[in-house]
């Protein structure tokens, strides 16, 4: 089972700074199959890039998506007030799909 | 426009079992697979298992194997999610998501909060 890490656990950022998310695979992720989601308390999750670098429907361009093999990169441009939430990575190549990392906090500094 | 509608929250004993239904509306139904994931307190998300709607075939979480039965009604779109011999460990958001390899669709959760 491939097992996902996320870093760091919790990022304090202020509103127009850029914030870097990793997401790091025990295994290969095959053809980068991974995806990002976001989620906000008392809220399900949104979709927010999946297939590594591919955004949902919707979803500004401030966030993009990069990596493939075992490490994986969330990036957010210039942070907005509404972009301070969880974000958690999920692999979906492998059995059993849809292991999720243990997510990043992002926090207003 | 795809919208997953579950059941609302359940209070249950420990030793009892617990059924939360996803109604999916928009889109093709058995096209896709159904998931459903759940989230305790404070925690990331889990996986439990997931069905093919139109093969009827399911397979879980090997954490939730013998515990957890997914099934799904293909004449009323719906997803269900039974879990049995509930647990204190148990109380969480469960979630039912439609599934292409990622969850580009969630439901609004349910809350089941086990306690005696």
């Known amino acids: 089972e491939i097992v996902l890490t996320q870093s760091p656990a919790t990022l304090s950022l202020s509103p127009g700074e850029r914030a870097t998310l990793s997401c790091g695979a025990s295994?290969?992720?095959?053809?980068?199959?991974l995806a990002w989601y976001q989620q906000k308390p008392g809220l399900a999750p949104r979709l927010l890039i999946y297939?590594?670098?591919s955004r949902a429907t919707g979803i500004p361009d401030r966030f993009s998506g990069s990596g493939s093999g075992t490490d994986f990169t969330l990036t957010i441009s210039r942070l907005e007030p509404e972009d301070f939430a969880v974000y958690y990575c999920?692999?979906?190549?492998?059995?059993?799909?849809?292991?999720f990392g243990q997510g990043t906090k992002v926090e207003i500094k | 426009q795809v919208q997953l509608v579950q059941s609302g929250a359940e209070v249950k004993k420990p030793g009892s079992s617990v059924k939360v239904s996803c109604k999916a509306s928009?889109?093709?139904?058995?096209?896709?697979?159904i998931s459903w994931v759940r989230q305790a307190p404070g925690q990331g998300l889990e996986w439990m298992g997931r069905?093919?709607?139109?093969?009827?075939?399911?397979n879980y979480a090997q954490k939730f194997q013998g515990r957890v039965t997914i099934t799904a009604d293909k004449s009323t779109s719906t997803a269900y999610m039974e879990l049995s011999s509930l647990r204190s460990e148990d109380t969480a958001v469960y979630y039912c998501?439609?599934?292409?390899?990622?969850?580009?669709?969630w439901g609004q959760g349910t809350l089941v909060t086990v306690s005696s």
């Open positions: 295994q290969s992720v095959s053809s980068s199959y």
């Open positions: 069905i093919i709607p139109i093969l009827g075939i399911a």
């Open positions: 999920q692999q979906y190549g492998s059995s059993p799909p849809g292991t």
């Open positions: 998501a439609r599934t292409s390899g990622y969850y580009g669709y």
């Open positions: 928009g889109g093709t139904f058995s096209s896709y697979a």
């Open positions: 297939d590594a670098s």
